[in-house]
């Protein structure tokens, strides 16, 4: 457990770091959503790309890691609009922010680094297809089915199709997704001054984006609603994990090391973006609440995880 601790603490101590330097006023709240900004628009693209252009394609997708990783996303979002339904008595429109606060972790701000550390670059292609899964499959359900009931009847439904389109297809992740894979597919090997740069880009990602998600944190609080935040925190470290894990048990074995991947990524807390596209319909809070304490919950749920599978208990680096 030591071993195991010692690859988790550093990433957490970064988040902390981040949480204290706003709390103490060293850096302004405003400065860590700028880092945050930085990360999604430049760092993580950079990071992505090179995961995934440095590789044939062959290698770069693995047909059942994402089935098994988009079907057991898929039961936990099922598992959270149900049980928001059902014992909560929310109302549709917070029955979509629910189902994917349980389904959409931070892929890129924490399982990069956390993935980098257990298991090498040569797994970050599962930070690169969980990325692809989240980006084009369950930001774009739950703003869908947001945008449906906050329109009602009278807003028709291309307009709300055409919103998230508009929004999914200007994702910065997304076009480094897809010149990465054309890069693999044609055998591209950029020059060497810009993919210095990128290099460059990429190698800041893990320390600023760690920073930036204590320094959001730190401007959150625990509000009213506190028991569908902790539904939703507990669905997220539980609930995800076992329904991948359910999944990977039910596909043709692969990479043992991607398999492992998978279920560390399905345990990480909420993207932290969570709460900023909730606010806009009117869930902002409960759903700051619930990537606080699903934040402060994974350290402990992580690593028993870890533990449990025999994951980094050997040198870092190593499953």
Not at 1 to 28: E, Q, Y
Not at 48 to 72: D, H, K, M, T
Request: net charge positive.
């Amino acid at each position: 457990m030591i071993a195991i601790v010692s690859i988790t603490a550093p990433i957490f101590l970064l988040i902390l770091l981040g949480f204290g330097a706003v709390r103490v006023g060293w850096v302004p709240r405003e400065g860590t959503l700028a880092m945050g900004r930085y990360v999604l628009s430049f760092a993580l693209p950079a990071l992505v790309f090179n995961a995934l252009a440095e590789r044939p394609l062959g290698e770069v997708i693995v047909p059942q890691f994402l089935f098994a990783y988009v079907a057991g996303s898929l039961i936990a979002y099922a598992i959270g609009v149900a049980v928001s339904s059902a014992v909560y008595r929310t109302r549709p429109l917070g029955n979509a922010f629910f189902g994917m606060g349980l389904s959409m972790s931070n892929s890129g701000y924490i399982g990069y680094a956390l993935v980098g550390q257990l298991f090498g670059a040569e797994a970050l292609i599962a930070v690169a297809m969980t990325m692809m899964v989240e980006i084009l499959l369950i930001m774009p359900l739950t703003l869908i089915l947001a945008e449906f009931n906050a329109q009602g009847r009278h807003g028709g439904v291309l307009r709300p199709l055409r919103n998230v389109a508009l929004l999914v297809v200007k994702n910065p992740i997304l076009l480094a997704i897809a010149a990465g894979l054309l890069c693999a597919w044609l055998g591209v090997t950029l020059p060497g001054m810009l993919g210095r740069t990128i290099d460059l880009l990429a190698a800041s990602a893990a320390a600023v984006a760690l920073f930036a998600v204590g320094g959001s944190l730190a401007g959150e609080r625990l509000h009213r609603g506190l028991g569908a935040a902790a539904g939703i925190a507990l669905g997220k470290l539980i609930v995800h994990p076992l329904a991948v894990l359910l999944m990977l048990a039910l596909v043709p074995p692969f990479d043992p090391t991607l398999t492992q991947a998978a279920l560390v990524i399905a345990g990480l807390p909420m993207v932290t973006i969570f709460p900023l596209l909730a606010q806009r319909y009117g869930q902002g809070e409960q759903c700051a609440s619930a990537l606080l304490a699903t934040t402060l919950l994974s350290f402990v749920t992580l690593n028993l995880g870890l533990w449990a599978l025999g994951i980094g208990a050997g040198h870092p680096g190593q499953p």
